[in-house]
């Protein structure tokens, strides 16, 4: 069984409590018709499509109760077949009307399924040479597009099938490339001399699966269930208690991990630790936690990852070293009542041994070597030896369940990366708190948005924003090769020139060529889902090019790209006799790897976060037998709201009379090609793994220069956030700055590279003091803040460097900022560090509380100042930097910092698409930026949304939240969709709550506030935009007179 539309704990047990399940009168003969279906058949039986149809196939669907079908003829223009071989109906009389129809397409409104069919036994996930028509997996990706729009959206579901391997393709699944469901029918009925897949659940239990494929696949699971109030058809039941259980496994799972698995975890690191201080400093709690963390994101990418059979867990040679027969052990311990040794360590000792075997492989015991950073050694992880008491338990509490008091094991196989990643994000706002006695709790964040969990976003919203966005660059490319396909179709050179010209604009080839980033990243639940959608799309390229052309037999240069990383997989694992099963390195899983190791880019300002949101990657585009993608190259750990521009550097230092070392733009260059050449490399095996780290490490080496003077320019500003300087740095108030310079001490970037200077001569003894003073400091912010500086993290993103505006930027700029106040909360900070002085029951309390830590010298009014001076100077800085000239006034919210930031990372040309509040379209202090948006046609779509269905839970029901979808600075949309008061994401697609507005219609409505004008229908809208059109505004504001343009007079009655 492979896909996950279904969960496997629902077709295993769940599927069993359904009235399907105990009512089937007809099932026993259904049964018995199978197997004379396949009786005659055998492993080794080659028999054609036509044929496979005929005698297989379509009895089958027959014995499934379709009886009314249509099978399908029509040829496209190419001479090949074009549309699905058939078209399943509900009933006789929706097939009557079909046939009714007097053009072919019309006939897909009345149908309920398509089908598409191939040879016995024909791989679906893979080209094969004798078959023209492609990869059939990619096939029915293209044809579930093209009926969704031709049927008007009524046929949802898809069959996919040669013969033995029966695919079911749901139109509306998080990836239909990913997500669907497959049966092994040739195993489930029992045919003896087929080969079974390791691991297969049909060949463990062919009966109940059996019975699991006539359930989902005969005809009255389509449609509406008579038992169900809600008439839902029997697949939505099997989705909605698939998310039901999804929901509360994951909801109790974050509960056992945040009140129980990571304070347990934690006090027993510190508490183990031979090197522990005696006085436990903050730095060495936070490495504590960090310690922490890594273990738990370890322990998830191989609960996972054997959950999803990605690791050789049916393999008995690793089966014995696995992490599953630990768990099965602990818990079989704990079952009979045995209690864990307080000293000995033979749990972690064991599994120390198998992290090391999962990062460098070990050909013994067929496993690959899957690092990537994960796995690297851990100082604190190795000295530290925990007793099994404590581990055990921990390890438990991760595999098991407690319901219906008994303990059930956790099926990490149905959980998905984003729901582990936002359990798994929750804990970053956690942190270690120090009492008496080295004592240890573990706090969250109570006020924080992260540290309630409202920061995962919803993957509706997730899902709407990545369509929006990537859909106008995707229809660009499919276009362009359009054209040129048909202006070489009237070329007079061979056809072999005219194809080769023609791979240059190949749609999927340059999909690949995008750039896409989330600045504020989180756990990577964006970029996650950003795989998932690109991948389908460009798995429907290849099939859509090859249709499209039909002057020649066309195949995108992707396809042998594919094939060529496969093999190298293969070889590569046979060489090492690692255990590989062929039908897990599928086009999809190798497309999902070239997508993450070259168009996706991330920042987030956590390092932990970071370390996730790489974890997420990984266990998402796992491909077996291929190491861990190297990601270091486009996942950074950074502000992505304060850096500098090398160009804007460069003009502040010739004005100051100081000069820009001219190699460091050269330095950028070859950073830059290496760069290109680690995102070419496809980490097939490890030795290009190891290419790829030493290439970045070679890119850091050589940029760090360059990056520690961008560091020490930003941090000028914290120092002095008004008024960076004037020439010469005269006026600005640190005295070593100066004499910096002035150039007699050595070049500005080798001195700050050095981060010292030398005294020369005993009159320089102050300057010189003063010089190093000044870089101390701008070292120590440099490290707490975490600046990003956007070409020197990126450098093939950008170019021409040396202008104060360089070119370049990201396609597509994609996130769900944080919305977050850019001030510190006393009594939020306070409540998270020391509870006792957030609890104060007045302000003239809780200061002399404050005051008395600054008295007793406690390192916590340090940690206090630096956080308050932090923000402070964060919000003077974002004000005087020039960066957010439209946003960053008042109290600043950072998702506003984010929009601006957003468009100045875009490409003119490219697409930004945001969560943030309705605030940016509706509130007076962004006004100004929101209508050089509407006013300039750049403005794609905006859905404003009330968190009635509780979208962000620990956020108020009456709070409003918008997709932002709009263009770079020269990108222009000649409408823009709106709808308002929605409470889910279909109901934008609403007739009459969905309108459309043009830029004409933006700046006629509400023109002197900028804003955006709010409809709750499309009627309310039409009618508003007409008045607009029609008759003038009362007044006119926006010149500095005011335009009274009616002849009528304001009083009040009463004052």
């Not at 040739?186 to 009966?207: C, F, L, Q, T």
């Not at 969990?453 to 229809?475: A, C, F, Q, R």
């Not at 007409?1026 to 926006?1038: C, K, N, S, W």
């Amino acid at each position: 069984m492979q896909g996950k539309l279904f969960t496997q704990t629902f077709l295993e047990q769940g599927i069993t409590q359904t009235e399907a399940w105990q009512n089937q009168p007809e099932y026993a003969q259904f049964v018995e018709t199978l197997k004379s279906i396949f009786a005659n058949l055998s492993a080794n039986s080659t028999i054609n499509e036509a044929t496979t149809e005929s005698e297989i196939i379509w009895k089958v669907l027959e014995a499934l109760d379709w009886h009314d079908t249509l099978p399908q003829q029509t040829a496209s223009l190419s001479g090949r077949y074009d549309v699905p071989d058939g078209l399943l109906f509900p009933d006789a009389v929706a097939k009557t009307a079909a046939l009714a129809e007097t053009k072919d397409e019309l006939r897909y409104r009345h149908g309920l399924v398509i089908l598409e069919s191939k040879r016995w036994q024909r791989a679906l996930d893979r080209d094969d040479k004798t078959d023209t028509l492609g990869t059939p997996s990619t096939q029915m990706l293209r044809y579930l597009s093209r009926v969704e729009v031709i049927s008007e959206r009524r046929i949802q579901w898809g069959i996919l099938t040669n013969g033995r391997h029966w695919r079911l393709y749901w139109q509306l699944a998080r990836s239909r490339s990913e997500d669907f469901l497959e049966i092994d029918l040739a195993v489930a009925v029992g045919m003896a001399d087929i080969k079974v897949a390791p691991g297969s659940v049909e060949a463990e239990n062919p009966a109940h699966f059996l019975k699991v494929f006539y359930l989902l696949f005969q005809r009255s699971a389509f449609l509406p269930q008579a038992v169900d109030p809600s008439q839902r058809c029997f697949h939505q039941i099997a989705l909605d208690e698939g998310r039901h259980w999804q929901t509360i496994v994951s909801q109790d799972l974050g509960d056992v991990v945040f009140t129980q698995v990571f304070p347990t975890l934690v006090k027993a690191l510190v508490q183990h630790d031979p090197d522990a201080p005696k006085s436990l400093t903050l730095d060495y709690l936070e490495t504590v936690r960090r310690a922490g963390l890594t273990l738990l994101y370890r322990l998830l990418f191989l609960f996972y990852a054997e959950d999803r059979n990605l690791l050789p867990i049916h393999e008995i040679r690793y089966a014995h070293y696995a992490l599953r027969k630990i768990r099965h052990d602990i818990a079989q311990f704990i079952d009979d009542g045995e209690e864990f040794s307080a000293k000995a360590r033979g749990y972690y000792q064991n599994l120390q041994e198998f992290f090391r075997a999962i990062a460098q492989g070990d050909a013994s015991i067929g496993l690959p070597p899957y690092n990537g950073g994960l796995f690297d050694t851990h100082p604190l992880l190795e000295r530290t030896l925990l007793p099994d008491a404590p581990f055990a338990i921990l390890i438990d509490k991760l595999s098991r369940r407690t319901e219906n008091e008994q303990r059930q094991w956790i099926n990490y196989h149905d959980l998905t990366v984003q729901q582990l990643g936002s359990i798994y994000e929750r804990l970053l706002e956690f942190v270690v708190v120090s009492h008496e006695a080295h004592e240890i709790t573990i706090q969250p964040n109570i006020y924080a948005r992260k540290g309630s969990g409202s920061y995962y976003t919803h993957d509706e919203l997730v899902k709407l924003v990545v369509t929006e966005t990537l859909e106008p660059l995707i229809e660009e490319r499919v276009a362009i090769f359009r054209d040129e396909m048909e202006r070489l179709a009237h070329e007079r050179t061979t056809k072999s020139k005219r194809l080769q010209q023609l791979e240059a604009c190949d749609p999927a080839s340059r999909l690949l060529d995008l750039k896409i980033c989330d600045p504020a990243m989180g756990s990577g639940h964006f970029l996650v889902s950003l795989v998932d959608y690109l991948a389908d799309q460009i798995l429907e390229q290849i099939a859509n090019a090859e249709t499209l052309v039909n002057w020649a037999t066309y195949q995108s240069p992707l396809i042998q790209r594919i094939e060529n990383i496969r093999q190298q997989i293969l070889t590569s694992a046979q060489s090492q006799k690692w255990t590989i099963a062929r039908h897990q390195l599928d086009d999809r899983q190798i497309v999902r790897r070239m997508i993450l190791k070259r168009v996706i880019y991330g920042v987030d300002k956590n390092p932990m976060a970071v370390e996730l949101a790489k974890v997420a990657l990984w266990l998402h585009t796992f491909t077996v037998g291929a190491p861990l993608s190297f990601l270091d190259h486009h996942l950074c750990c950074g502000d992505s709201l304060f850096g500098e521009w090398v160009g804007i550097v460069s003009k502040d230092l010739h004005q100051m009379g100081a000069l820009f070392m001219q190699n460091a733009l050269a330095g950028m260059s070859a950073a830059t090609a290496m760069m290109n050449e680690i995102s070419e490399l496809s980490d097939a095996d490890i030795a290009e793994v190891t290419q790829s780290k030493s290439l970045f490490e070679t890119v850091a080496e050589t940029l760090k220069p360059l990056h520690q003077l961008l560091d020490f320019w930003h941090t000028l500003r914290w120092l002095s956030p008004q008024k960076l300087f004037n020439q010469k740095g005269k006026h600005f108030p640190h005295p070593g700055l100066a004499p910096l310079l002035s150039g007699r001490f050595g070049d500005v970037m080798t001195v700050v590279s050095k981060g010292q200077v030398r005294e020369n001569k005993p009159k320089d003894n102050k300057e010189v003091a003063a010089i190093n003073d000044l870089l101390a400091q701008t070292r120590a912010i440099a490290k707490r803040e975490r600046f990003c500086h956007w070409e020197v993290a990126f450098p093939t993103v950008w170019k021409h460097l040396e202008r104060s505006q360089s070119l370049g930027g990201f396609d597509i700029v994609i996130s769900n900022p944080p919305w977050e106040r850019l001030k510190l909360q006393e009594i939020e900070w306070f409540a998270l560090h020391k509870p006792e002085i957030a609890q104060a029951p007045r302000a003239a309390n809780r200061k002399k509380l404050i005051a008395k830590l600054q008295q007793n010298g406690d390192a916590l009014w340090n940690a206090y100042t630096e956080a308050k001076t932090s923000a402070e100077t964060a919000a003077k800085v974002a004000r005087t930097c020039g960066e957010y000239p439209q946003l960053s006034g008042g109290d600043i919210n950072l998702y506003a910092l984010f929009v601006e930031r957003a468009q100045r990372l875009a490409v003119p040309h490219g697409v930004i698409g945001l969560v943030t509040p309705s605030g940016i379209a509706s509130d007076k202090g962004t006004s100004g930026f929101f209508k050089s948006v509407t006013t300039t046609g750049r403005l794609k779509t905006l859905f404003d949304f009330e968190n009635k269905k509780v979208f962000f839970p620990d956020v108020h029901a009456s709070f409003k939240f918008c997709t932002f979808i709009f263009g770079g600075r020269k990108r222009q949309f000649t409408e823009t969709k709106c709808a308002f008061f929605l409470h889910a994401a279909n109901e934008r697609n609403d007739p009459e709550r969905l309108f459309t507005l043009n830029a004409t219609d933006l700046a006629a409505v509400n023109p002197n506030t900028g804003t955006l004008p709010i409809f709750r229908s499309k009627r309310d809208a039409e009618i508003t935009t007409r008045i607009y059109q029609q008759f003038p505004i009362l007044v006119d504001r926006r010149t500095d007179e005011p335009k009274f343009l009616w002849a009528l007079r304001y009083v009040t009655m009463f004052h």
